[in-house]
């Protein structure tokens, strides 16, 4: 499921650590630097800044898969930087790091768009590469998901389009129909020396324009319905609930 979604054949996943302590950022830099994924053929390569402010100078600078961002640093706190990022970079998946007993903080950037919280102090390397892992495999399947929206949208606006298109001919098809008929009585009846008679010949090669035109666009976007795309299956949504 992970080598579905996650974007394939990329060696390396940029990670952005937001921290204001020095020994923690480097520390779990170390720790990230050791894995290696054998699924994905993947490391990680690590950028850390110390600040909300900072943070944000980065990501203008580099683009990044993943971005870890602790909750409590002096100036702006992770919760309000995480709220301009997602402002900035929608589809950008974060995770915030608290300290114990914050968990109602956690669950609040849970609601705001966090894909996941870890708390300082109990970290392991295993527990640090499930969650960024499990956040990009999320991350990539909801703008999966929301493509696949767009395009059925699309969809759906071209068919109605093109519904309008073919009704409208069928309705001009039927006065269209009537004027050739008119034409063609008074062509018969008309002095074939006459003026009248040469505008009746100009009238009628015109409406034997509009109904060759008319022909041709309801055999042009002469439609079935067609099945929509393939829509994001059971199976995958019940791989997503897993990352929850």
Wanted: glycine share 2%; aromatic share 6%; net charge negative.
């Amino acid at each position: 499921m992970v080598d579905e979604f996650v974007v394939r054949h990329k060696e390396c996943y940029n990670i952005l650590m937001v921290d204001d302590d020095d020994n923690f950022r480097n520390a779990h830099k170390r720790l990230l630097h050791l894995v290696h994924f054998q699924r994905l053929n993947a490391v990680f390569e690590v950028s850390d800044v110390n600040s909300a402010d900072a943070a944000m100078q980065k990501l203008k600078e580099a683009s990044f898969d993943c971005i870890l961002l602790d909750y409590a640093m002096p100036g702006r706190d992770g919760l309000s930087c995480m709220n301009d990022i997602n402002l900035l970079y929608p589809d950008m998946p974060i995770i915030l790091f608290t300290g114990a007993g914050n968990e109602n903080v956690a669950v609040n950037a849970l609601k705001e768009g966090a894909m996941d919280y870890l708390i300082k102090g109990s970290i392991s390397i295993e527990m640090l590469e499930m969650a960024i892992v499990n956040a990009i495999t999320k991350a990539t399947m909801l703008k999966h998901i929301e493509e696949q929206k767009k395009q059925i949208l699309d969809a759906e606006r071209d068919r109605v389009m093109v519904q309008t298109l073919a009704s409208a001919c069928h309705h001009l098809g039927q006065p269209v129909s009537v004027i050739r008929t008119c034409l063609v009585i008074l062509k018969r009846q008309a002095d074939v020396d006459s003026d009248i008679y040469k505008t009746i010949l100009s009238a009628y090669a015109a409406i034997e324009s509009v109904c060759e035109i008319l022909w041709k666009m309801n055999h042009v976007y002469n439609f079935t319905t067609e099945p929509y795309l393939k829509a994001f299956s059971s199976t995958d949504e019940n791989e997503m609930l897993k990352l929850e």
